[in-house]
C-alpha cells in the first residue's frame, strides 16, 4: 500500500536493549529525586502562598506562575544555560571571575540541571495541588487537634499532612508520570545517560531512528504502567479504613 | 467515516498508477526542478547563518554547485545534526550536504557519495582549564555532538582512561560551544577547520586550540538514500568534477581560506 | 538592554517563531478537541468490549513522552513515504495527544451531570441529542472549560518539543539566535519566556476565574 522502501533492522535494536534499560534506570532515578525533591518545595510553596507575609506569598507566586506558564524544556534549558550566563553578566559587571574562584556550584552538570529543572516543574505543579488538598481538610481538624494538646506543627504535620495527601495522591501519581516523561528533554542539554539520551545516541550513530524510538517507547509505557499500578497498590494499602 | 476512507485508497491507487516505475530520485529532482538540501547550519564554516538569519557557508555553496550542475533552483533545508538523515528518508531532503562522516555503522543505513571533504580534528578548550594537549583531558569535564565522529572517538578515550570528569553529549554544535563557554564543559574535540571559524568569529571570548586530537582522518561525504543509485553516481561524479575544476580549492579559500592548504581527498596505495 | 546586539532582524525572527508555535497550538487544539469530544462521548457511553482498548490505546499517548512520540511519528511517516513537512507532523501528534487528554474531560464532563437530572430530562421528552444539547452541554462545560483551558495551555507549551523534528517555532528561533551570539544567551532567553508567559499568563487567569465564579453559583 505504501511505497516503502526500508528495511526494519529490529536485531539492532534488541541488540542494545541492556544499554537503553540502563538508561531507563537513570531515567527513573532523576523522576524520583525531582518528585521527592518537588513535594518538599510543593509543601512550602503553598504553605507560603497561603501565608501572611507578603514577601512569602510574592516569591510562591513568582515560582509557581513560571513553573507553569512556561514549558518544562525552557525552563531546563534555562537552569543550564541561563544561569552560567547570569553568572557571566555579574562577573562582567563586578570584574570577579568565579572560576577563577573555584565556585563551581553554579555550572550545573546535565545530570543536575535536569534534575533541578525538573523539580523546579513538580513543585510549581504541586504546590498549586497541595493547597487543593490543604482545602479539603476541614478547619475543625486543626482545631480538634490543638485542643486535644497538639503544638502547631504537629498538629499540621501529624493531622493536616497525612489528609492532604490523601486528597492528592490520585494527581500526585499523574505528576510522577509527567516526572518520567519530562526527563526526556535532558537530551538537549547534553544528558546522555537517560533512555532519551541513550536512543538518541543510538539513533545518532546508526540512523535507525524507527527501531530504537519505537523501543524507548515501549520501555517508557511499561515503567509508566509500572508506577500507576504500583501506586494503585500503595494507595490500597495506605487509604483503606 | 467511510467516505475519507475510500477518498483516501483511491487517491493513493491513483498515485500509484501516475507514479512512472522507474522515475528515481534523480529524475524526481530535475523534474521538480528544486534540489532540497539538507545543512547543518550550526558548523561554521560549512553552514551557518548570516546576520540576517540566512543560510551561508561550504555546504550552501556545495549544494548552489549542485543544483547548477542539475539545472535546479536549491533549497537549504535546515536539519540539527541527528536529524540528516530523519530529512533524507522522510523525504524532505533529497541530499545531505552536511559533512556526515562516512562510517561502515552509517552506511547501512544510508547512502554515501565519495568524500567531498576531510577534517583534521583538534582539541577546543577555554584559557583558564590548563589544558595544553589531547592527553590533559583526562579526567576533564568533556562533550561533543551526539554521534558523530569525534564524539564517539572521544567517548572511547574518555572510558579508557577512567579518570573522572563526565562525556556528554548535545544536539548541535551551537549547544556545546555555549556549554563549554559557559564552564559546564572544559574541553571538546572538534574539526579543525570549525574551531578556527569560531575562535574567528569572536563570538565566544577565551576560546584556544590546544593541539591535535590523534585522530584518523574524518573523511565526509555527500549522502543520499541508500538504494538511489542514479543519484549517487551523480554525486559521485558531482564531488570529483569540483575537485578537477578547482572549485574545491576555491571553496576552501572562500570558507576557510588563512593560507591553509585545502585538505587531500585521496588515500595511497588504494582504490576507493 | 545593557547595551545588547539584539537587533530588530532577531526580534522579528523570535516572534515568527512565535506565531508558529500559536499555529500549531491552534491546529492541535481543534484537531484534538473535535476528535477528544467524539471519543469522549463514544467512551462515555459505549459497553466496555469499546471502552476498554479504546481507553487502552488513548492511554499510550499519554504514557510516552511525547518528544518520543514526535520523532517516532516522524521516522514513521518518512518510512511510509507520506511526505509529511514537520509542521504538519507536529500538528498531527499534538492533536492526537490532545484527544487523549480531551477524551478525559469530556468524559468527565458528562459524567459530572447527575444521571437523575439526565432522566428527568429524558422523561419530560427531550429525545436523546436534546438532552445532549440543552441539558448535558451547559452542565458539562462548567466541568470541562478550565480543564480544557489548562490543556490548551499545556499544549502550548509543549509545542516546544517540535524543536526535535526541526520546526523553527518559538524556542528554537531562540536558539538559533544564541548560536550567533552566545554572549546574550540571558537575554534572548528571558524574552523566549516572557513571551511564553505572556501569552500564557492570562489565559490561565481566565481559567481560574472562570472555574471560580462557577462554582460560587453552584
Known amino acids: 500500500m505504501f511505497n516503502i522502501n526500508y528495511t526494519f533492522h529490529w536485531n539492532q535494536a534488541f541488540r542494545a536493549l541492556p544499554q537503553m534499560l540502563e538508561g531507563a534506570l537513570v531515567t527513573l532515578q532523576i523522576a524520583v529525586l525531582s518528585m521527592v525533591i518537588g513535594i518538599v518545595i510543593g509543601v512550602l510553596l503553598a504553605l507560603a502562598k497561603d501565608s501572611r507575609v507578603a514577601a512569602l506569598r510574592w516569591f510562591a507566586n513568582i515560582w509557581i506562575e513560571v513553573a507553569r506558564n512556561t514549558p518544562a524544556l525552557f525552563q531546563v534549558y534555562m537552569i543550564y544555560f541561563g544561569i552560567p550566563a547570569v553568572l557571566q553578566l555579574v562577573a562582567g559587571v563586578f570584574g570577579v571571575n568565579f572560576r577563577a574562584l573555584g565556585i563551581n556550584i553554579f555550572y550545573l552538570d546535565s545530570y543536575w540541571a535536569v534534575l533541578v529543572g525538573i523539580a523546579f516543574n513538580n513543585a510549581g505543579y504541586l504546590a498549586e495541588t497541595f493547597r487543593g488538598g490543604l482545602r479539603a481538610v476541614p478547619p475543625t481538624q486543626t482545631r480538634a487537634a490543638r485542643s486535644l494538646g497538639f503544638n502547631a506543627v504537629d498538629s499540621f504535620r501529624l493531622i493536616v499532612l497525612p489528609q492532604m495527601f490523601r ?55 511499561v515503567i509508566a504502567k509500572i508506577v500507576t499500578g504500583g501506586a494503585r497498590l500503595i494507595a490500597w494499602r495506605l487509604f483503606r479504613y | 467515516m467511510k467516505l475519507p476512507v475510500m477518498f483516501g485508497a483511491a487517491a493513493m491507487a491513483a498515485s500509484l498508477i501516475v507514479t512512472p516505475v522507474f522515475a528515481d530520485k534523480l529524475d524526481d529532482i530535475i523534474a521538480s526542478g528544486v534540489l532540497r538540501c539538507a545543512v547543518v547550519l550550526d558548523f561554521p564554516p560549512m553552514g551557518s547563518r548570516d546576520d540576517n538569519n540566512e543560510p551561508i557557508g561550504f555546504d550552501v555553496d556545495t549544494c548552489a554547485d549542485l543544483a547548477a550542475a542539475l539545472g535546479v533552483d536549491y533549497e537549504i533545508v535546515e536539519t540539527p545534526f541527528p536529524d540528516r538523515i530523519p530529512a533524507l528518508v522522510s523525504g524532505r531532503a533529497d541530499v545531505g550536504v552536511a559533512s556526515t562522516s562516512d562510517t561502515l555503522e552509517r552506511a547501512k543505513t544510508i547512502g554515501f557519495s565519495i568524500p567531498y571533504f576531510a577534517f583534521n580534528n583538534v582539541v577546543l578548550t577555554r584559557d583558564d582549564t590548563g589544558i595544553e594537549s589531547y592527553e590533559d583531558l583526562a579526567g576533564k569535564n568533556l562533550g561533543s555532538v551526539a554521534g558523530v565522529f569525534e564524539a564517539i572517538a572521544l567517548e572511547e578515550d574518555h572510558n579508557e582512561w577512567d579518570a573522572g570528569g563526565s562525556f556528554r ?47 584518523l582522518v574524518d573523511y565526509v561525504s555527500l549522502i543520499a538514500l541508500r538504494q538511489e543509485y542514479g543519484l549517487l553516481n551523480y554525486l559521485n561524479l558531482f564531488v570529483h568534477q569540483q575537485y578537477r575544476t578547482g572549485r574545491y580549492e576555491e571553496l576552501f579559500e572562500k570558507w576557510v581560506g588563512g593560507g591553509a592548504q585545502p585538505p587531500s581527498l585521496a588515500l595511497n596505495g588504494i582504490y576507493y | 538592554m545593557f547595551g545588547t546586539s539584539i537587533t530588530w532582524g532577531d526580534i522579528t525572527f523570535m516572534m515568527t517563531g512565535a506565531g508558529l508555535t500559536l499555529a500549531i497550538t491552534f491546529w492541535a487544539m481543534l484537531g484534538g478537541t473535535l476528535a477528544g469530544m467524539v471519543f469522549g462521548l463514544i467512551r462515555a457511553q459505549s459497553p466496555w468490549y469499546v471502552n476498554y482498548p479504546m481507553g487502552a490505546l488513548l492511554d499510550v499517548l499519554r504514557s510516552v513522552p511525547l518528544l518520543i512520540q514526535f520523532i517516532l511519528f516522524n521516522s514513521f511517516q518518512s518510512i511510509a513515504g507520506l511526505n509529511m513537512n514537520p509542521f504538519v507532523v507536529g500538528c498531527v501528534v499534538l492533536a492526537a495527544y490532545t484527544s487523549a487528554y480531551c477524551t478525559e474531560i469530556v468524559r468527565g464532563g458528562i459524567g459530572a451531570v447527575p444521571v437523575t437530572t439526565r432522566k428527568a430530562a429524558r422523561s419530560l421528552g427531550m429525545s436523546y441529542w436534546q438532552d445532549m444539547r440543552y441539558i448535558v452541554l451547559p452542565l458539562g462545560t462548567r466541568v470541562m472549560l478550565p480543564s480544557w483551558i489548562g490543556l490548551t495551555l499545556g499544549v502550548m507549551k509543549d509545542t516546544a518539543l517540535v524543536y526535535a523534528i526541526g520546526v523553527i517555532e518559538l524556542l528554537r528561533s531562540s536558539q538559533i539566535i544564541i548560536t550567533r551570539k552566545p554572549h546574550e544567551a540571558l537575554v534572548i532567553l528571558a524574552i523566549a519566556g516572557l513571551i511564553y508567559f505572556l501569552v500564557s499568563f492570562p489565559v490561565s487567569r481566565l481559567g481560574a476565574h472562570l472555574e471560580k465564579k462557577w462554582r460560587e453559583n453552584d
Open chain 1, 167 to 221: 486528597a492528592v495522591f490520585h494527581p500526585m501519581t499523574n505528576q510522577m508520570v509527567w516526572a518520567i516523561l519530562m526527563t526526556s528533554v535532558g537530551i538537549f542539554v547534553g544528558l546522555n545517560i537517560d533512555l532519551t539520551g541513550v536512543t538518541q545516541e543510538l539513533n545518532a550513530r546508526t540512523f535507525r531512528t524507527f527501531e530504537f524510538f519505537a523501543l524507548a517507547a515501549a520501555i517508557y509505557y
Open chain 2, 169 to 215: 553529549t548535545f544536539q548541535s554544535q551551537a549547544d556545546v560551544f555555549l556549554a563549554l563557554n559557559q564552564g559546564q564543559i572544559d574541553a571538546t574535540v572538534v574539526t579543525g577547520t570549525v574551531a578556527a571559524a569560531t575562535i574567528e568569529s569572536g563570538n565566544f571570548s577565551g576560546f584556544k586550540i590546544a593541539g591535535e586530537a590523534p585522530y
